[in-house]
Every structure is written in structure tokens, then in C-alpha cells.
């Protein structure tokens, strides 16, 4: 499995589009922070990048990146390596190099710029987020029968988490406002991973109440290191069950 | 050899292999023909593994293949069309190979030489035209002397000294004793290298039998002839 790895780094480290992409993360990232002398402002607009861009750019890439290593993986297949090993190597090569780009496009120049527990909690969220993504794209790409597919349904997982989620919560909270759901709201966030890292980094940076109501209810219900904790074991769920289950079906399919 | 036993597949409604039994041994090179969509491919990848079969087995030195892996050590496969990492060197490409199956020290680069790839070693897979990769196909598939070799349309995209090339590696191999197993529409590339032909039409086997047998059979000599003829009197096994 190393040694597919490796290769599969060395492809993608060489690959343009994550240069560019570490590029504009970084770009931005310096942008942002030299705007304004309030850090914390700086890293609320970051939060907003890395919430916004990370997701599509990080499912959008692995997909199609995926669905063009097909014949590749036909090829390592024909070797005598276990099935579980060669998606595993694919997942790890390409959430790898996608999770480097970040951590040097903006935690690079924020440690420089602006260290704080605050900025390393939003690079951990940045990372989680990258790898979450990747690992849905693996899903999208063990499920689907074609890119064109595959592609449009990680179109739309992505719209889903990042607005499509958020709308469905608030028509959800606006009719049943007469009824104690606050826990509810709390466990149904737990359901989307944008939502997530979007409250793990807000309860960092003490606005959690200025940014909306389930930031809000975090705050009230978990507390700053419990409502942390909570929020990054879901993340990590989020990481390893599309894991596993693209996994598992990968062992059944057919290429 | 290799034992297929009642391999049966279907995708969605398309019955892409049914029920079929085929007992291929050691020194034959089995011509996989038929027209486009009989399940020829199909057949080749439930043998690699790639395409898990519904119903039937298949069997290599009468072992039953299901689970295990390692029994594709023994196997050199080359697709149809390969594709490879964009920015991968050649050179990359064939050490990855060889890293992968740390079991064998001795490598056949009588192609990668004989193709020339020693020259162009350094050059990423993006760059290579379509021919040039499935000469690094073909040269990945060499590169361990396995027993059994599966060629899926080995000479298509080739140049014709390439391909010449290919066929006389082939030719050496059988007469190692190797078993060979290939497919192409080009049926003049398989004359003089084909020693049993079988015959794959809407994924029923229609017949396997020798190139001998044919051409008494038909009374033709020349490959494409005696196909042509067979195709055209519906031969029955």
C-alpha cells in the first residue's frame, strides 16, 4: 500500500491544479490577515474561505480525479494486491496532497501572521474538511457508473452541506418554534460536516452567538470544550464511515 | 491451466457471460473471439478478478479463485487501454510495478529495450502518445515471465515494427510453454501465434476448438478465411 501511495504522491505533487490551489488559499489567506489588525476578524473571513471553498474544490477534484485513475486502478488490481489496499492507496494519495495544500496555503501564513489556538483550530477544521470531502468523493466514485454521474452527484453533495442543509434547519426550526427543539437542532447539525466545523471554529473565537443560532446553541448546550470535542468526534465520523463503506463496496464491484 | 466452470454474468438485464466452461491449459495460445459486446472482455476480467462473477468458478492450477489475491502474481495482464498518472515518468511507472511484487528480482526488459522506452524513460505519462503507452503496457505485462498471459487487443495503437515485435515475444513465450490468452479483430496479427480458437458470441460460448480442427473443417488455411468461413456457416460445437 506504501508503495502506491508514494507513486500516487508523486503524481499529484506535481499536478498544477494543486499548485494553483495552494497558491490562491495562500494568497488569500495573506490578503485577509493583512486587511485588518484584529486577527480574530481575519480569521472569521478565513473560516468563510475554508467553509465555501474547501468543500467543492476538495470533492470536485478527488471525484474527477478518481473516476481518471479507473484504468489505473484496473492495472493495479491485476497485481497481486488486496482490493482494500488499492482504494485505501487512491484515498490517502489524493486527500493527502489536497490536505498539504491547505495546511501550507493558509496555516503557513497564518502561524506568521497570526498564531493562536484560534488559527490552529481553524487549520485542524480546514484539514477534517478536506479529508471528509475526499472521502465522500471516494463514496461518490465506488457508487457511480460514470464521471458525468459521479461528478453531478458530488455537485450537489456539496450544494446540500453548504446551503441546501442550512435552509432545510431553518424551515425545520421555523415550524416546529413551539416546541422544545433545541437538542434536536444540536443533533441534527451533527448530520452535516460544514455545520460542524463551522461551529467547532466559532466556539474558538467566542462569536459563536453573534453567527447565527446554532452556533448559539453549541455554545449553550456543550460549552466551549465539550461542544469542541463533540464536534470534532462527528468529524472524524464523517471522515472514516464513507471510508469504510466505499471499502466495502469497492470489494464488490465490478470495473 | 485455467478452469472456468459455469461462469455466469449479467449486467442489470445483459447477460454478458452465460454459463460458460472453458478448460484452458499450459503451451496453448487461446484466441478469444467474437464480435463486439459477446462478453470477451468480460470473460478476461472475471479471470484477473476485476469483474465478480454471479454464479460458476474459475479455477488456476485447479485452485479455486474467489477471495485470494495472490494467485494474479502468476498472471501478466495487459489492457485494452492504459491509462497512468499524468505527471509518472515511464520510469516510475515500471519501478511502482516493481515494487509491488517484491517476490521477483529478475526482470524480462527484452521490450523496454526493444521498444525503446530506455530512451525515453524520463518522460511523463501524459506526454506519450497512445501507442507509446500501450508499449509500457505491454512491457509491464513482460516484465515478470509469468505463466499465464492475458492480452486484451495487444497490438491495437501499435506501429507495425512494434507491433511485429510484440508478436515475436509472443511466439517465444508460447514456446516456453507459457499460456497465452488473447483477443483482437485483427485477425491477421493472431496468424501463425493462435493455436486454439474460441469463439464468444452474446455471451455464449459457440465453439473451442484448434486452429487444425478449423482448417480441416473449413478447408481454408489462412486464419481470417477460416473465421470468416465459420462466422458464415454458423459452425456449432
Not at chain 1, 496532497?97 to 493558509?106: F, S
Not at chain 1, 502561524?111 to 488559527?119: D, G, H, I, R
Not at chain 1, 416546529?176 to 466556539?203: K, Q
Not at chain 2, 491477421?188 to 501465434?193: F, V
Request: charged share 15%.
Amino acid at each position: 500500500m506504501k508503495t502506491i501511495i508514494k507513486y500516487v504522491l508523486l503524481d499529484l505533487f506535481r499536478n498544477k491544479v494543486i499548485m494553483v490551489y495552494t497558491l490562491i488559499l495562500a494568497i488569500l489567506a495573506i490578503s485577509v490577515l493583512n486587511l485588518d489588525d484584529n486577527a480574530s476578524k481575519g480569521l472569521l473571513s478565513l473560516l468563510n474561505v475554508t467553509l465555501l471553498f474547501v468543500p467543492i474544490i476538495t470533492i470536485l477534484f478527488s471525484t474527477i480525479y478518481f473516476f481518471n485513475s479507473i484504468e489505473f486502478i484496473e492495472l493495479l488490481l491485476s497485481q497481486p494486491i488486496k482490493r482494500s489496499k488499492v482504494v485505501l492507496a487512491e484515498y490517502y494519495g489524493v486527500a493527502l496532497p489536497l490536505a498539504a495544500a491547505y495546511g501550507i496555503g493558509i496555516g503557513v501564513p497564518l502561524l506568521l501572521l497570526a498564531p493562536s489556538t484560534a488559527a490552529v483550530t481553524l487549520l485542524i477544521t480546514g484539514i477534517l474538511l478536506t479529508l471528509i470531502f475526499s472521502s465522500l468523493a471516494l463514496l461518490i466514485f465506488v457508487k457511480s457508473k460514470d464521471k458525468t454521474k459521479g461528478i453531478g452527484v458530488a455537485i450537489i453533495t456539496v450544494l446540500f452541506f453548504t446551503l441546501l442543509f442550512d435552509g432545510m434547519l431553518l424551515a425545520f426550526i421555523y415550524s416546529f418554534s413551539d416546541y422544545p427543539i433545541d437538542s434536536a437542532v444540536v443533533g441534527i447539525i451533527a448530520f452535516n460536516p460544514v455545520d460542524l466545523a463551522r461551529v467547532l471554529m466559532l466556539l474558538q473565537l467566542d462569536v459563536a452567538v453573534l453567527m447565527g443560532y446554532s452556533g448559539a446553541l453549541f455554545k449553550k448546550f456543550l460549552g466551549s470544550a465539550t461542544g469542541s470535542v463533540f464536534s470534532i468526534a462527528c468529524l472524524l465520523f464523517w471522515v472514516v464511515v464513507p471510508l469504510l463503506l466505499s471499502v466495502r463496496i469497492f470489494n464488490k464491484k465490478d470495473l | 491451466m485455467i478452469g472456468v466452470h459455469q461462469l455466469t454474468k449479467s449486467f442489470g438485464k445483459f447477460k454478458a457471460l452465460d454459463s460458460i466452461s472453458l478448460q484452458l491449459s499450459k503451451g496453448q495460445t487461446v484466441c478469444l473471439l467474437g464480435p463486439n459486446g459477446s462478453g470477451k472482455t468480460t470473460l478476461i476480467k472475471s479471470i484477473l478478478g476485476l469483474v465478480i462473477p454471479e454464479a460458476g468458478t474459475i479455477t488456476i492450477d485447479s485452485q479455486a479463485v474467489k477471495k485470494d489475491w495472490q494467485y494474479r502474481s502468476g498472471i501478466g495482464y495487459m489492457p485494452q487501454i492504459g491509462r497512468y498518472p499524468d505527471n509518472m515518468t515511464i520510469e516510475q511507472v515500471i519501478d511502482m510495478i516493481k515494487e509491488l511484487r517484491p517476490e521477483h528480482t529478475v526482470y524480462d526488459e527484452e521490450l523496454f529495450h526493444g521498444f525503446g522506452l530506455d530512451k525515453l524513460k524520463g518522460k511523463t505519462m501524459r506526454s506519450l502518445s497512445g501507442g507509446t503507452r500501450q508499449k509500457v503496457s505491454a512491457c509491464l505485462t513482460f516484465l515478470f515471465s509469468p505463466g499465464v498471459y492475458i492480452l486484451d487487443e495487444p497490438t491495437a495503437g501499435l506501429d507495425p515494427v512494434a507491433s511485429e515485435l510484440l508478436k515475436e515475444k509472443i511466439g517465444r513465450e508460447r514456446t516456453a510453454g507459457k499460456l497465452i490468452l488473447v483477443t483482437s479483430h485483427v485477425l491477421s496479427d493472431l496468424e501463425g501465434i493462435a493455436s486454439h480458437i474460441v469463439y464468444l458470441q452474446d455471451g455464449k460460448l459457440v465453439f473451442y476448438k484448434s486452429v487444425e480442427e478449423l482448417q480441416v473443417a473449413t478447408g481454408e488455411l489462412r486464419l481470417n478465411k477460416v473465421i470468416a468461413q465459420v462466422m458464415k456457416e454458423g459452425l456449432r460445437a
